[in-house]
Nanobody
């Protein structure tokens, strides 16, 4: 059974940068899509970006396009999320998730990592 572990959260000033990592264990990722979500209090969980492991095709939500960048990390068997020009509204718990290509169900989730952007 695959497990996802996020790291790299923390507190940063507005305009700063953070890099999150997600490491997957227990499964090869060839037929999977990995994504980053976030959720802040009182809001629904939001898909920010996703990448197909085998092809590297990416998706970005409009809210983060141009500021966030997802990349595959073969050494860690996972993905990274580079977040630049952070804003206070980016404050949330960030989750890594995994789904099978061609499906809608994000079946596996990490435990989440807190990102706080101070104004």
């Amino acid at each position: 059974q695959v497990q996802l572990v996020e790291s790299g959260g923390g507190t940063v000033q507005a305009g700063g940068s953070l890099r999150l990592s997600c490491a997957a264990s227990g499964r090869a990722l060839t037929n999977y899509v990995l994504g980053w979500f976030r959720q802040s209090p009182g809001k629904e969980r939001e898909l920010l970006t996703a990448v197909t492991w085998s092809e590297g095709r990416t998706y970005y939500a409009d809210s983060v396009k141009g500021r966030f960048s997802v990349s595959r990390d073969n050494a860690k068997n996972g993905i990274n999320l580079q977040m630049n020009n952070l804003k206070p509204e980016d404050t949330a718990v960030y989750y890594c998730a995994l789904k099978l290509r061609g499906t809608q169900d994000w079946k596996t989730w990490g435990q989440g990592t807190q990102v706080t952007v101070a104004s």
